[in-house]
């Protein structure tokens, strides 16, 4: 199972390590052609983006504006809610509405304390605290937090560290850039499946759907994002549509329920779990699974024909990572704890053979311990995975390299194969996201490749790796 040690003896020396910040051309022949052509994919580099969007600001001052008590407090208690609105007035020099308001936060925090002692699961996890549970390396100092494909064409949406979202596609040159004031700490993006217009973002106020019309050439569109909110619902760390686009799911790190949603209708159906708090989501292709994971070392995995869910449970730390087979037959994860990738079986029961044990458990299929190949250390504690059904990519916490291994699938039975490993600008580059862009019949007339692993590095930089 020490698969990751298996790279020594499937290539020749040179040819387990590959530089992929180069162009396409600089790349051994045996994993391109010249006929391969990138030109339809937009140069995106992120830091260099916002870099620029801040020299342009400087042209117009803006003066510090002296604002009224109550001003502050209105727009705090909108943004940001009642506690942190109260924190405001107890700075007040009115010895009346500062000992007012400390006695509303002593009251607030007595009462917090007694509802995390009756029910530990409450226990709200800090913003700051989400770097420990993210699959995104580094997310509160990431250049990139989040990139998002269209299911349906080629448009890309990539959330950066300023909290602003920007939208590429293949058509013109023209970038949208989304801001809003209540788009702050972006942890999710998803564009809805067949329609081209709606683009649903997770983020600490909630969730905001954005509205943006496909043939506008405005770098910033007019149309302003709508919030939804319930309850206690965020901030929303994970959310995304069925495969028919009429259902979307999300998940907070500080609330115990998935929320399934109609955004038509703007209503959602609770799904209630009194255990810890929900982390990250996603549906199987053919929408018959959705397969949540916790803060814990608790997941579920739902039928969505009743949504009922069987529970799970791992030895320890929480679910790190995961990601669906194409057909739906298997899920693999990575934990927070142990270098190992595990394969979750789905595949329908064998006629004539209802005591196979083996078909409803999470096996152990590869041992992804750190390993020195050609005086390069990779492997360890995965951070992210990413795998179309043909190509499975995996990112480390503490290594700078992404393992690519080659998945066959056949009946019931799933294999793996090392290939090589992708390398970035340097020693000190790092894969921030990765993600494979969605397969859709547009690709051949597009000139696109049919597999492409979108590599968004420390640097702020976006790659993307085509496989021939």
């Not at 913003?127 to 349906?152: C, G, L, M």
């Not at 206690?232 to 609330?255: C, Q, R, Y």
């Not at 990765?434 to 597009?446: E, L, M, R, T, V």
Request: hydrophobic letters at 40%; glycine letters at 4%; one cysteine or more.
């Amino acid at each position: 199972m020490a698969l990751l040690s298996s790279f020594n003896d499937s290539f020749l020396p040179g040819d387990s390590f590959i530089n992929s910040s180069g162009p396409i051309s600089s790349l051994p022949s045996k994993y391109t052609t010249n006929c391969v052509k990138l030109h339809a994919y937009p140069e995106i580099n992120i830091s260099k983006e916002i870099f620029n969007s801040h020299i342009s600001q400087q042209d117009h001052l803006i003066l510090p504006v002296q604002e009224t008590l109550i001003k502050k407090f209105t727009q705090t208690l909108i943004d940001e809610g009642l506690k942190c609105s109260l924190e405001i007035l107890e700075t007040s020099e009115s010895v009346v509405l500062s000992g007012i308001s400390k006695g509303l936060l002593k009251i607030m925090n007595y009462g917090n304390r007694l509802k995390i002692f009756l029910n530990p699961y409450k226990k709200e996890i800090p913003v700051d605290q989400y770097d420990n549970y993210s699959e995104v390396r580094n997310w509160k100092t990431s250049a990139i937090r989040f990139i998002a494909f269209h299911p349906q064409c080629f448009k890309i949406a990539v959330a950066s560290v300023d909290d602003s979202i920007r939208i590429y596609n293949d058509k013109n040159s023209v970038v949208t850039v989304l801001k809003n004031a209540q788009q702050k700490s972006i942890f999710a993006l998803a564009f809805r499946p067949y329609n081209f217009s709606t683009l649903v973002v997770g983020c600490s106020s909630g969730m905001l759907i954005w509205t943006i019309d496909p043939n506008s050439n405005m770098t910033r569109p007019l149309s302003q994002a709508v919030l939804c909110r319930h309850e206690n619902h965020f901030p929303v760390t994970s959310l995304e549509f069925n495969h028919n686009g009429n259902l979307l799911a999300t998940a907070s790190i500080n609330d115990t329920s998935i929320l399934i949603w109609d955004i038509d209708k703007n209503t959602c159906v609770p799904l209630r779990r009194f255990s810890v708090p929900f982390l990250k989501l996603q549906w199987s292709l053919n929408g018959s699974y959705l397969f949540t994971s916790t803060v814990g070392n608790i997941f579920r995995v739902w039928d969505c024909e009743k949504f009922k869910s069987d529970r799970w449970t791992i030895s320890g730390g929480h679910i790190q990572s995961f990601q669906w087979s194409p057909c739906a037959k298997f899920l693999l994860f990575v934990t927070s704890k142990d270098p190992v990738l595990y394969c979750l079986g789905f595949a329908d029961e064998p006629l004539f053979n209802k005591s196979n044990e083996d078909i409803h458990r999470a096996l152990p299929i590869a041992d992804l311990s750190k390993v020195t190949i050609e005086h390069n250390e990779s492997g360890g504690i995965s951070q992210q995975l990413a795998w179309n059904g043909k190509y499975l990519a995996v990112s480390f916490k503490e290594s700078n390299q992404i393992a690519v291994f080659q998945t066959t699938i056949r009946q019931h039975q799933l294999h793996v194969l090392p290939m090589f490993f992708i390398c970035g600008l340097g020693a000190s580059e790092y894969p921030s996201f990765i993600s494979f862009q969605p397969f859709y019949k547009a690709n051949s007339s597009n000139g696109l490749i049919e597999h492409v692993l979108t590599i968004g590095w420390s640097s702020g930089r976006v790659q993307f790796y085509p496989f021939v």
